[in-house]
């Protein structure tokens, strides 16, 4: 690299980002060294400073670091660090820092976030920043944020928080585009107003019985993990919808006419029949349904699904592609009078890919009309996937039910598969 010129070396050394690797490099030549001020991001590793021994501390010597770069764009810190520091870092680099992404590690250290300034208070410096990341936050209190005018993409993973604290940080990002929470417990009841957020992520960890509201008019994403209400208003530009309980039961769901949607997912122990055949009714144009719920009913009583009558069912979503099938909703599907109402003329005209699992032989002669109903009638199907899991009976009509599945399979063996 000697016979390079001094641009070229720049370059190439500039596309260091772990913060060891640029350490050694400065050891090598003057000329290395000279190409810190170059660095564009910067990443320092959970274990970044084990076996130290040198005499200043963690946050001095990222200080030193940081202050040799002259336009740093991402900054990354996995290894401890203390408020001080990063306020002490963030001074140096906050007008060209568009990126940062911080573990925390204060998730139960709630006397610092009371005490202040805390480790989220100090964020505010960076008022340029376009992405915001953080790993293992408190949230008790509103951080101390002005407005991030830039920032479109904010993450939080795995955090404490309180309503009131989580508005006020997404009121300081009116801009956002994207925002994922995961693994956040705490949370009761939010509503979350973005007139720009496209596509969003929402895990809340814990009973499963908050409620969320969403006026997003241009949100094109939407997964949702632990609400039992729901009301989404907006949603004209909606395409993918994910929504699940596994702690507790969704009991109300509020949209509007899901016209754009092309994948919905509705998963959980226990729903309320009337947010399932909302959402069934709303999402008629949907290409991609997956169902994977166990129970309906209200407060504490569950119960299995009522009847869906097979006609009407595919009749009501004319341009379904891929039907994923678990539990309840096949059972439904198979009731003694769901095949009643086929008619002459009758097709499934966009069905390419079925996934059904099955779990028990009860009504096996329904079950097995069913799926040969889905093969008859599916006039494009490709691909019928026969998940047999957990067969709950000992008894000989298992074994019996299984032989007429293998029989199913041989006698469609270029589209069934049994797993």
Not at 122 to 134: G, Q, Y
Not at 274 to 282: G, N, V
Not at 328 to 357: D, H, R, T, W, Y
Not at 391 to 398: A, F, P
């Amino acid at each position: 690299m000697e016979s390079l010129p001094d641009a070229i070396v720049q370059y190439i050394l500039s596309h260091l980002n772990n913060a060891r690797d640029v350490a050694v490099c400065n050891c090598v030549s003057k000329r290395w060294k000279e190409s810190l001020p170059y660095l564009k991001s910067l990443y320092f590793p959970r274990n970044s400073f084990d076996g130290y021994t040198g005499s200043d501390s963690p946050d001095i010597v990222i200080w030193k670091m940081l202050s040799s770069i002259t336009c740093l764009e991402e900054l990354v810190v996995y290894s401890p660090f203390t408020s001080s520091g990063l306020a002490s870092w963030l001074l140096l680099v906050h007008s060209s820092l568009k990126h940062l992404e911080l573990r925390m590690d204060n998730i139960t250290d709630y006397k610092a976030c009371v005490d202040g300034p805390s480790k989220l208070d100090c964020v505010s410096a960076a008022k340029n920043l376009e992405s915001l990341k953080l790993w293992g936050v408190l949230m008790a209190n509103p951080p101390k944020w002005d407005v991030f005018k830039n920032l479109k993409n904010l993450e939080i993973v795995g955090a404490r928080l309180e309503d009131s604290a989580l508005s006020a940080a997404l009121r300081a990002c009116p801009k956002l585009t994207n925002l994922v929470l995961l693994g956040c417990e705490g949370v009761r009841s939010v509503s979350v107003e973005l007139p720009y957020l496209e596509q969003c992520k929402l895990d809340f960890y814990g009973l499963g019985n908050c409620s969320l509201s969403l006026t997003c008019p241009k949100i094109e994403l939407l997964e949702v993990q632990g609400c039992s209400w729901l009301r989404v208003r907006e949603t004209t530009c909606l395409r993918k919808l994910l929504i699940a309980n596994n702690s507790g039961r969704v009991y109300m769901v509020d949209f509007g006419k899901l016209s754009a949607l092309e994948s919905l997912s509705m998963r959980g122990v226990q729903w309320c029949w009337d947010a399932i055949s909302k959402m069934l009714e709303w999402s008629s144009e949907v290409k991609h349904l997956y169902m994977k719920v166990e129970f309906t009913g209200d407060l504490e009583s569950l119960l299995p699904f009522p009847e869906v009558d097979f006609v009407e069912f595919f009749n009501s979503h004319p341009k379904l592609q891929k039907f994923d099938i678990h539990g309840a909703m096949f059972a439904a599907l198979c009731q003694k009078n769901s095949l009643k109402n086929v008619e002459q003329g009758f097709v499934i005209p966009c069905l390419e890919e079925v996934v059904v699992q099955v779990r028990s032989p009860l009504n096996a002669e329904q079950k097995m009309s069913t799926l040969e109903s889905l093969l008859k009638y599916g006039k494009n199907l490709k691909m019928m996937v026969i998940r047999i899991l957990q067969m709950k009976s000992n008894h000989s009509s298992s074994d019996d039910f299984f032989d007429e599945i293998c029989r199913l399979r041989f006698m469609n063996r270029k589209i069934v598969r049994i797993e």
